[in-house]
Structure formats: structure tokens, C-alpha cells
């Protein structure tokens, strides 16, 4: 659910001046939510066993954490 959200907002906020102006708190958050996605990724590449990349210590609670800010950011896009 985490990556969804996240693919879904990256293609908002990544490259997209006017929205990143529009929602500076925002774009500032999801920045640090890219960059702690991007390392969990790369750990994960260099383990492809999903059990345990995805039950390593100390990812469950910020995935929970970056699901729900995620949502919120989702939350704040002007109406399409």
C-alpha cells in the first residue's frame, strides 16, 4: 500500500514546480519520504527474499508512518 500511495504521489510532487510551490510543508515532507523510500529499496535489491526484506528491523513502524503521512498528502492536492 506504501508504494502505491508513493508512486502516486511521486509523479505529483517529483518535477512539478507549481504543486511543490502550491504545497512547500508538503513537498518537504514528501522529499524525506522519497529519500527514506529510495534506501529502503535499495537495501531490498540487495536482498530479494520478501519475508525478510519486509520483516527486517525497524520497517514496519515508518512503513506505517509513511502510509498514513502519504494519505494526508493525498489529502491536500487541489480537487483535478
Known amino acids: 500500500m506504501v508504494q ?3 508512486m ?12 511543490r ?4 510543508a508538503e513537498a518537504k515532507r514528501f522529499d524525506a519520504i ?3 523510500w529510495a534506501r529502503i529499496m535499495g537495501d531490498t535489491a ?3 527474499n520478501v519475508l525478510e ?5 525497524g520497517r514496519w513502524g515508518p512503513a506505517q508512518r509513511w502510509y498514513i503521512s ?3 498528502h493525498q489529502w491536500c492536492l487541489p480537487a483535478a
Open 46 to 48: 540487495k536482498n530479494t
Open 4 to 6: 502505491r500511495k508513493w
Open 8 to 19: 502516486y504521489l511521486e509523479s505529483i510532487f517529483v518535477g512539478n514546480e507549481d504543486i
Open 53 to 57: 526484506a519486509c520483516s527486517a528491523d
Open 21 to 24: 510551490q502550491q504545497l512547500p
Open 34 to 36: 522519497d529519500r527514506a
Open 70 to 72: 502519504l494519505v494526508r
